[in-house]
């Protein structure tokens, strides 16, 4: 073991620990989860270290010596990651210190281990010209950034099967139905396209969203005011960070805004609860038009993917759905926590963003995840009932609706109210009762008609 002493006393740390004192009294104040700080707000706080080395070197702020060294020892971190040195939780007091700390003093020891002969210190070193106040929410919005094109990815391939699936099955009738009531007919090919639209607009919400993080707070330091840095440093820094990770960034015009301020996250994690939302509402309306087969709606068949239960034989349950229904259920409550995160922060700093990186870096994460396992276990091999959906329609006497500009509300309300207590259908009223020929009724009635107006 080594001694470490910081501003609280002195504490042992174990000898071949990258990690230091300020780590180890994280790990042991903070035992709320086993879950550690994800490893790409890891990456990017790396990253940022290394960009600030370098606009520091920049300012003539340091030397070569200690510029070379931190810049191999960031090379070194990001080419071999070093999960266990990283011990802070993921949740965690301090508004992010903890997790800044422990990066200050890998990258110090690690640099240390590579050039023995310089001397490297967390504090005056690695995190030279910086605070935890723009340096942690700065890697927050990275690692957001850097984790977005899976889940985009995914809703991409969610938009195409609808998109096939609208084709093919563009001329399959079948009954609307609003309030869970009858209504008048549409297709299942419109049916998938309306949904393909509305993951077109989750989409395009998020890439927008996305947009609002690109805007950082690097330079500010602890309160925005940019204490402790140089003008070439301000100047210079995010134009660092750009060539290293090839993003776009851009510095906040008001820093002191954008250290205290965290509506980006805010916007950002609303766009992945509005896709939640979507994603569970799809999910319910496939559960109930696969209901039954015998006493439900029984129109789509799901696949089938394991037995559903251990008392009834061949019962089979739409789990895939189920299963991106809990997602979302989770990730509305991520939202309700980064919301109330956000609306808790005081005066020049919000220090509950811990919870904000961690809720949103799992709601990516888990809806890029549901949405694949929706697209590969359940759309993908889905079909149509085309025989019970051309039944409904058949059967149902909301199919009338049709008649109301020929024969008025009133009339074909009184058809509808026979066919319904008679048992018959409303086509075989008309004709029986001589309202309308044959040759009409046909027409009316005829499945282009019933969906577009026209025959």
Do not use: W
Not at 331 to 354: C, H, K, M, R, Y
Not at 431 to 449: A, D, G, T
């Amino acid at each position: 073991m080594r001694i470490e002493k910081d501003c609280v006393g002195k504490l042992e740390v174990p000898d071949d620990a990258l990690y230091g004192i300020h780590s180890l009294r994280a790990a042991g104040n903070f035992p709320i989860t086993k879950e550690k700080v994800d490893p790409l707000l890891i990456e990017s706080y790396i990253q940022i270290k290394k960009a600030s080395i370098t606009a520091n070197y920049g300012a003539k702020a340091t030397d070569v010596i200690k510029y070379n060294t931190v810049v191999d020892a960031c090379d070194y971190l990001l080419e071999h990651p070093s999960p266990e040195s990283f011990i802070t939780p993921a949740i965690q007091g301090g508004a992010g210190t903890s997790t800044n700390m422990n990066v200050n003093e890998v990258i110090a020891n690690v640099a240390m281990k590579l050039h023995p002969d310089v001397f490297i210190h967390p504090n005056d070193d690695v995190n030279q010209a910086q605070s935890t106040n723009d340096t942690y929410p700065t890697a927050g919005k990275l690692a957001m950034i850097k984790r977005l094109p899976k889940l985009t990815s995914e809703i991409n391939r969610l938009i195409e099967i609808l998109d096939e699936l609208s084709k093919k099955f563009q001329f399959t009738i079948k009954l609307g139905r609003t309030q869970l009531q009858d209504a008048v007919p549409t297709t299942y090919g419109k049916t998938f396209h309306a949904y393909a639209s509305l993951f077109r607009r989750d989409l395009k919400r998020i890439n927008s969203a996305e947009n609002e993080l690109k805007t950082v707070s690097m330079g500010g330091t602890a309160i925005g005011t940019g204490t402790n840095t140089t003008k070439y440093y301000r100047d210079h820094i995010v134009d660092e960070i750009n060539k290293i990770t090839g993003f776009d960034l851009k510095q906040d015009e008001d820093l002191i805004d954008a250290v205290q301020n965290t509506d980006h996250f805010v916007a950002f994690s609303s766009s992945l609860k509005t896709l939640a939302v979507d994603l569970s509402k799809f999910s319910n309306d496939l559960r109930l038009l696969g209901s039954g087969p015998q006493s439900g709606l029984n129109e789509l068949i799901l696949p089938k993917r394991q037995a559903g239960s251990s008392i009834m034989p061949n019962k089979v349950n739409p789990v895939i759905p189920e299963v991106v229904n809990q997602v979302a259920f989770e990730v509305i409550g991520f939202d309700a926590t980064v919301t109330a995160a956000s609306e808790a922060g005081q005066l020049e700093l919000n220090a509950f963003e811990p919870i904000m990186f961690k809720s949103i870096l799992t709601a990516e994460v888990h809806l890029a995840r549901a949405i694949e396992t929706l697209v590969d276990h359940c759309l993908d091999g889905i079909d149509v009932n085309v025989k019970q959906c051309l039944d409904d329609v058949r059967k149902s006497a909301v199919t009338a609706t049709v008649l109301s500009p020929i024969l008025g509300y009133n009339k074909t309300t009184e058809l509808i109210k026979t066919a319904t207590k008679e048992n018959k259908t409303v086509p075989n009223l008309l004709i029986q009762n001589h309202i309308l020929s044959p040759e009409k009724v046909k027409q009316l009635f005829s499945p282009e008609y019933l969906v577009n107006g026209e025959s």
